[in-house]
């Protein structure tokens, strides 16, 4: 598979030892220190183009049919875009990925950017574009990876949960959203024509359902629910793109909740209300 740049890395760890410096007997702080002041002179704006056009490369042949994004290498003035930016740090030296912490992120992205204050692009590219990077911290099950921290897991697949198109906002073509959920219930999972996950006798069928029931079944507002999924619920929830509960739409919902709870909820409404007669409260 190819390498997205040199190892230039290497080839100053070598430099390195060939003069007696022992880099690797470094304390973390020291080496983070030291790594951090060999990515500023390694990823210089000939090797960010260099990963750069790696990255399209493989997003030409893997991702693009998957409706991954590829962020723009260059905004307005010829800066590096901070999507970019983020992108190939995380992809340096790819297939042979690293873990970086947000802090190392933020610190070589205020190198262009400094009035940067806290790096998100990292999540974002995973579950808004499609690109996968794992974080940590998440309950993956992928890579060991800290809370905090972020690797470019591969550059051939999209993220998992990346749907086709990703938003469904854009149109109402019954076909269409079913084929950006992979034929498969939004909430449960099970796929059109196969044995429902919970009632394996019943053959599944998708249903046009409300994200948010209180407004009309029309594009941006349709996920696909399987009819035991969409029967069940009542219009009680409002519902993500994912097919998560969100939101209560049924206020009703509470009184079938256990006293406990009725309680919690009664002290966060009274404390809002500031104990206000319901029939006054607009």
């Known amino acids: ?19 007696g410096l022992q880099v690797r007997v470094l304390s973390p702080p020291q080496r983070n220190k030291f790594l951090s002041m060999l990515d500023s002179l390694i990823l210089n704006k000939k090797s960010i183009e260099s990963i750069y056009k790696t990255i399209c490369e493989y997003h030409e042949k893997y991702l693009k049919q998957y409706g991954v994004k590829l962020p723009k290498l260059y905004a307005s003035k010829g800066k590096f875009t901070k999507d970019a930016l983020v992108l190939v740090y995380l992809a340096y030296d790819y297939p042979k990925t690293r873990k970086v912490t947000k802090e190392e992120l933020t610190k070589f992205v205020r190198s262009y950017y400094p009035d940067t204050n806290d790096v998100q692009q990292a999540r974002h590219l995973g579950a808004q574009s499609g690109w996968w990077i794992v974080a940590g911290g998440r309950d993956n099950i992928v890579l060991n990876i800290k809370r905090g ?26 076909g269409k959203i079913k084929e950006k959920y992979n034929f498969r219930c939004a909430t449960c999972g099970s796929q059109e024509g196969k044995p429902q996950f919970h009632w394996s006798a019943t053959k599944t069928v ?16 349709i996920i696909p629910q399987c009819q035991k999924c969409n029967r069940g619920d009542r ?12 939101k209560l739409a049924n206020p009703q919902v509470i009184k079938t909740c256990d006293r406990e709870v009725r309680k919690k909820v009664y002290r966060i409404l009274y404390n809002e209300f500031k104990g206000k007669n319901p029939n006054s409260i607009k």
């Open 206 to 221: 998708l249903q046009k359902a409300h994200m948010d029931p209180d407004k009309p079944l029309v594009a941006g507002n």
């Open 1 to 19: 598979m190819r390498r997205g740049a040199p190892n230039g890395k290497e080839h100053v760890w070598k430099a390195c030892a060939r003069k």
């Open 149 to 174: 921290s972020y690797q470019l897991y591969t550059l051939e697949q999209p993220y998992p949960s990346f749907k086709k198109g990703h938003r469904v906002t854009d149109t109402a073509d019954w």
């Open 235 to 246: 219009n009680r929830w409002v519902y993500d793109e994912k097919g998560r509960v969100i």
